[in-house]
């Protein structure tokens, strides 16, 4: 008797799972399995009650409802349609110098792109890896770039229309010829082995689409010295710090605004929204680094802009991906110019499209200060280029901290277009941290009304004399403040401590500019502005 009343489910297990696929299936047996557990209990209750009526309303009820709720329960189910290995070899020679594209054929319907590269020795041998999609591997800046991971090769990386791994960009996965980019950037020894694992997937239920939700552009229009940290990195390339912890750790270091400076990808630049809370202003960039040479800048540039790097000095390409810069609103910086003092001694870039230069890159050391002679020396021949500073900070270690140093911007506003405007011009000076200002103005000795400040520009005449002004705020014991000119040292205040106020006069004959240095007793730099310029 009670087998007789258990066949409806049956019937409905039978009917339901004939037009499914096998996953499908699984799902709406367990369902199912649910359901005659629940009928089996519910009869048991209604033959206690004695009643039969309440019985059959409940189990029609299940009966109903049972397969929906298995349809809703259903978890996502994916079949991996494609799967390879492929393994290579690279030698010492190779080093930054080859790239290697390995063609992905995707089929109609992908909805994941996966993949992981890995080598031998990983802790001595790294492997960057990069994708471009069907739209093609051309230069850019119109090609499928979907994003490269410098530095961090052995990242599993997951792409779909969602989402993507940081370093990468979301969007749909296109049938068509993909290619997978490798670049071996660091070889210990006589070279290594490496593989390439890619899976494509195609998903079960539609995904949604990817919004993309950059920063604020605007926080206000009032004019003032604005605090940032012009070059900083993240989990988007060989950065530790998640998007979030960088704000934080900016916000908590006194700064106004941040430029996100990822290598060779600007991924991170279409989320920074996601985190913003308007109490920072986070403006976008990408740090380029071509092959062999020296790294440079685009900062301020709108998100979706991004900078191809995949080209040499001698090729003279450079200038096209400068205007590109240009147009996209930024500015091009030239980064710690002397820093890779093994491998790259001059700036081989021409400096012409460039609007700056970091001439203070982490804590002060001495290709810092080779840096600071360079842009000095350009200085004198009339070449102006601002001179910035920037921690580049990539994790928490003595040699990368947040705003360590720091541009200081006398800005319209904060927002991206008087921080972009007020770098322009120079009317900026560096600092090696939140604690420390330094002003400079300089006024014609009868008339101190009118003055020009860090960036612009005091015109004379001939006979004029020169008051210096120059405002310090926070600095260390023993501080010098150097007066420096086109003509060299012009002055030195010794024993400077705390907050001061320094006067100096100097006659207006020969100077084209002034500029002053803060440093410590040890000669390390505290600030640096960029000068006053003095036109006759
Ligand atoms: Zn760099
Ligand atoms: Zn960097």
Same mark, same amino acid.
């Given at each position: 008797?009670?087998?007789?009343k258990?066949?409806?489910a ?5 009917i339901?799972?004939?037009p499914?696929t096998?996953n499908?299936m699984i799902?709406?047996h367990i ?5 005659i557990?629940?009928?089996?209990f ?8 004695k ?11 299940l009966?109903i409802f *049972?397969p929906v ?8 189910q994916?079949?991996?349609v494609w799967d390879?290995l492929?393994t290579g070899?690279f030698?010492k020679?190779d080093v930054?110098?080859?790239?290697v594209?390995?063609p992905?054929n995707?089929?109609?319907g992908?909805?994941?792109f ?6 031998t020795d990983?802790?001595?041998?790294v ?17 499928g770039f979907?994003?490269w991971?410098g530095g961090v090769?052995?990242?599993?990386? @997951?792409i779909t ?5 940081p370093?990468y ?6 049938k068509?010829a993909?290619?997978v980019?490798l670049v071996?950037?660091?070889i210990?020894?006589e070279?290594?082995?490496w593989?390439?694992?890619v899976?494509l997937e195609r998903?079960?239920?539609p995904?949604k ?7 604020r ?13 012009? @070059?900083?990195h993240d989990?988007?390339?060989d ?5 979030a912890k960088?704000?934080?750790?900016s916000?908590a ?8 400076s ?6 991170a630049?279409?989320s920074w929204g996601?985190y913003?809370?308007s109490?920072?202003?986070i ?5 380029i680094?071509?092959?062999?040479e020296n790294h440079?800048?685009?900062i301020?540039?709108?998100?979706e802009?991004?900078i191809e790097?995949?080209?040499?000095a001698?090729s003279?390409?450079?200038n096209?991906?400068?205007? $590109?810069?240009?147009l996209a609103?930024?500015l091009?910086?030239i ?5 890779e003092k093994d491998?790259?001694v001059d700036f081989?870039?021409?400096v012409e499209?460039f609007?700056a230069?970091?001439v ?10 080779n840096a600071?002679v360079?842009w000095?020396?350009?200085l004198?021949?009339?070449?102006v280029?601002a ?7 990539h994790r928490?270690d *003595?040699?990368?901290i947040?705003?360590?140093? $720091?541009?200081?911007v006398?800005a319209?506003g904060l927002?991206?277009?008087a921080?972009i ?5 120079g009317?900026c000076y560096?600092a090696?941290?939140?604690n ?5 103005k300089i006024?014609?000795s ?7 400040s860090?960036g612009d520009?005091l ?6 004399k020169l008051?210096v002004?120059?405002n310090?705020?926070g600095?260390?014991d023993s ?7 086109n ?6 205040f010794?024993?400077v ?7 100096f006069k100097?006659?207006?004959k020969?100077?084209?500019?002034i500029?002053a240095?803060?440093r410590?007793i040890?000669?390390s730099?505290?600030?640096?502005t960029?000068?006053?310029?003095i036109v006759e």
């Amino acid at each position: 008797m009670r087998k007789k009343k258990l066949q409806p489910a049956k019937f409905l297990l039978a009917i339901s799972s004939v037009p499914c696929t096998l996953n499908y299936m699984i799902e709406l047996h367990i369902s199912s399995v649910m359901y005659i557990v629940s009928v089996t209990f519910i009869k048991e209750l209604a033959m206690e009650k004695k009643s039969f009526k309440l019985f059959y309303r409940i189990s029609l009820s299940l009966l109903i409802f *049972s397969p929906v709720c298995g349809l809703w329960a259903q978890p996502v189910q994916s079949d991996k349609v494609w799967d390879t290995l492929i393994t290579g070899h690279f030698i010492k020679d190779d080093v930054r110098r080859k790239i290697v594209y390995i063609p992905i054929n995707v089929p109609e319907g992908i909805t994941a792109f996966n993949m992981q590269a890995t080598v031998t020795d990983s802790t001595n041998n790294v492997l960057d890896i990069g994708l471009f999609d069907e739209r093609g591997i051309e230069l850019g800046p119109v090609n499928g770039f979907r994003g490269w991971a410098g530095g961090v090769s052995s990242k599993q990386v @997951h792409i779909t229309k969602q989402d993507a791994t940081p370093s990468y960009l979301p969007g749909v996965i296109n049938k068509g010829a993909w290619n997978v980019m490798l670049v071996p950037t660091s070889i210990k020894k006589e070279g290594y082995d490496w593989q390439l694992k890619v899976s494509l997937e195609r998903t079960a239920d539609p995904l949604k689409s990817f919004i993309a939700k950059p920063s604020r552009e605007w926080i206000n229009n009032k004019q003032s010295w604005y605090r940032g940290d012009l @070059h900083l990195h993240d989990v988007n390339s060989d950065g530790v710090y998640t998007q979030a912890k960088l704000i934080e750790y900016s916000k908590a270091a006194g700064l106004d605004f941040m430029i996100s400076s990822n290598h060779n990808t600007n991924s991170a630049n279409f989320s920074w929204g996601r985190y913003d809370d308007s109490s920072i202003l986070i403006l976008n960039g990408e740090e380029i680094t071509p092959f062999q040479e020296n790294h440079w800048n685009a900062i301020g540039i709108n998100p979706e802009t991004w900078i191809e790097w995949r080209y040499t000095a001698a090729s003279g390409m450079v200038n096209k991906y400068q205007e $590109q810069v240009k147009l996209a609103g930024g500015l091009c910086v030239i980064n710690h110019p002397y820093y890779e003092k093994d491998t790259i001694v001059d700036f081989r870039f021409p400096v012409e499209g460039f609007d700056a230069i970091e001439v203070w890159n982490g804590p002060w050391e001495s290709y810092d200060e080779n840096a600071v002679v360079w842009w000095n020396g350009m200085l004198k021949k009339g070449v102006v280029k601002a001179a910035i500073g920037a921690s580049d900070s990539h994790r928490a270690d *003595s040699k990368s901290i947040i705003a360590h140093p $720091q541009t200081v911007v006398n800005a319209k506003g904060l927002n991206r277009y008087a921080i972009i405007d007020g770098i322009r011009k120079g009317r900026c000076y560096i600092a090696e941290n939140s604690n420390i200002s330094l002003g400079l103005k300089i006024s014609k000795s009868h008339s101190k009304k009118l003055f020009a400040s860090i960036g612009d520009t005091l015109s004379v005449d001939k006979g004029d004399k020169l008051s210096v002004l120059c405002n310090v705020k926070g600095v260390a014991d023993s501080s010098m403040v150097i007066l420096i000119s086109n003509n060299g040292i012009e002055h030195v205040f010794s024993n400077v401590k705390g907050n001061a106020v320094l006067k100096f006069k100097i006659a207006a004959k020969g100077i084209q500019y002034i500029r002053a240095e803060v440093r410590k007793i040890d000669r390390s730099m505290q600030a640096l502005t960029n000068p006053v310029w003095i036109v006759e």
